[in-house]
């Protein structure tokens, strides 16, 4: 089963910048959908945005314009640039396996991005 190594998380300040990686174990990209999922505290985990198998992104209003979601097929990797960030972005970010937006693989342990002055 494949698994999900996040990082790139940490503190930074608003309107600050990021970019988180998502390490799988194997190549998965073959025909699968990938997403960035956020929780936060006291709040329901959320896909902020998604890459289709074919290239296509899809972004959650609230980062539409602020992040970037990308992959690297030679290193089983996804990344998440995020900028101009803001405290309503603190959260634990986890990458997966996506259909139509549901998670379906396995939960990494997710990195924290905290965005505070």
Request: glycine share 16%.
């Amino acid at each position: 089963q494949v698994q999900f190594v996040e990082s790139g998380g940490g503190l930074v300040q608003p309107g600050g910048s990021l970019r988180l990686s998502c390490a799988a174990s194997r190549s998965i990209f073959g025909g699968y959908d990938m997403g960035w999922y956020r929780q936060a505290p006291g709040k329901e985990r959320e896909l902020v945005a998604a890459l289709s198998s074919g290239g296509g992104t899809g972004y959650a209003d609230s980062v539409k314009g602020r992040f970037t979601i990308s992959r690297d097929n030679a290193k089983f990797t996804v990344y998440l640039q995020m900028n101009s960030l803001k405290p309503e972005d603190t959260a634990v970010y986890y990458c997966n396996l996506q259909n139509y937006g549901r998670a379906v693989g396995p939960w990494g342990q997710g990195t924290q991005v905290t965005v505070s002055s």
